[in-house]
């Protein structure tokens, strides 16, 4: 018994020992404070002196930790923004037909703050750069909220919408408004209706006013979507980055 009554001793007087070490100082003397990070599994114990070098190392682990996480599983982070399984295998590393615009992806991403459009005809690989740029957003920015999302389905989840109860279009159309980041895949395609203005309008709207960027891709020019869809949105989409796609259509070679 007393054997064991000296190894619980020691067990206990152990976890006092460890419970009160301050990661910074090492000092074991001091009113120490506790954090429990569940990204990293584990408590971490500073003194009031080391608060903030101890938090700064803490994140910064938090941080790598996370970015590891989304490199290794960002194609969940694509599907759960809303890419098709044809498109998870996109990336700019892969886009190999013209490095002027992976360059200028790259470019971007240093100071991802303007609306871009991607233009050119089918199958040129507008969309093949968008998700590049989402599979780079998601690596290196934490807590983004991003949505990828195609116009005629955009539309179609507003019809949707109309057929159940307590639908709410504006909310909706805020809900777009405030994604830190909105690829909006294939503008153009749909039926333009009053009402398809109107929604598109007010979302690029809203959200080039709250500088939040909309990547938008379109087989139409700036002055084709002022035609044919709304000038308004040329114009806020011309304000920030048009790229003119000019390859030929990487499907029908394939084929
Ligand atoms: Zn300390």
Redesign the pocket.
């Known amino acids: 018994m007393e054997k064991i009554d000296g190894i619980v001793k020691k067990v206990e007087s152990n976890i006092r020992l460890i419970s009160n070490k301050?990661e910074?100082?090492g000092?074991e003397d001091?009113n120490t404070y506790e954090i429990y990070y569940e990204i990293l599994d584990r408590t971490v114990r500073?003194?009031s002196?080391?608060s903030d070098k101890v938090k700064k190392k803490a994140n910064d682990e938090v941080k790598s930790k996370l970015y590891k996480h989304k490199c290794e599983n960002t194609n969940d982070y694509l599907r759960d923004m809303g890419v098709s399984a044809r498109h998870l295998h996109c990336s700019l590393d892969n886009f190999t037909a013209g490095m002027q615009y992976t360059k200028f992806c790259k470019n971007y991403l240093r100071r991802p703050d303007k609306n871009i459009l991607l233009t050119g005809v089918c199958g040129c690989g507008k969309t093949h750069l968008a998700v590049g740029l989402g599979r780079e957003l998601i690596k290196n920015i934490n807590n983004y909220k991003m949505k990828f999302i195609t116009a005629p389905d955009l539309l179609l989840k507003i019809r949707q919408g109309y057929n159940r109860d307590g639908f709410d279009e504006d909310n909706f159309i805020e809900s777009y408004s405030k994604l830190d980041f909105l690829f909006l895949d294939d503008l153009g395609a749909e039926k333009t209706t009053e009402h398809a203005r109107a929604t598109f309008y007010l979302i690029i709207d809203r959200r080039d006013r709250e500088l939040k960027p909309t990547i938008v891709t379109s087989n139409l020019s700036p002055s084709q979507i002022a035609e044919r869809i709304d000038e308004r949105i040329a114009s806020r989409l011309a304000g920030g980055n048009v790229v003119k796609i000019n390859l030929p259509d990487f499907r029908l070679k394939r084929q």
Do not use: L
């Open positions: 301050c910074g100082c000092r001091r500073y003194c002196e080391c």
